[in-house]
């Protein structure tokens, strides 16, 4: 039985401090590396979202639930 292909991956910069934060907070849950739980979180987002684009409001969001996280400041 053949594995289906692996998807087509594009690499996205992020700070590193920003990094080094999310991967203590990702200790003990189920993602197993920042990468997962960022395109786990960009994938929610574009559900949500159900129309074309990223208005500010998106934005706007997007940035108080992380916030609310403790993932940025």
């Known amino acids: ?3 289906p ?3 087509t991956v594009r690499s996205v910069q992020i700070p590193e ?3 080094r934060r999310l991967e203590s907070r990702l200790e ?3 993602f197993t590396s920042v990468d997962a739980f960022v395109t786990f979180v960009l994938g929610r987002l574009l559900e949500e979202s159900g129309g074309p684009g990223f208005t500010e409001e998106d934005e ?3 940035k108080e639930r992380l916030r609310s996280l403790g ?3």
Request: net charge neutral.
């Open 1 to 3: 039985m053949k594995s």
């Open 5 to 7: 292909p692996s998807p």
């Open 17 to 19: 401090e920003v990094a």
């Open 28 to 30: 003990g849950s189920a």
């Open 60 to 62: 706007r969001a997007l």
């Open 71 to 73: 993932y940025i400041d």
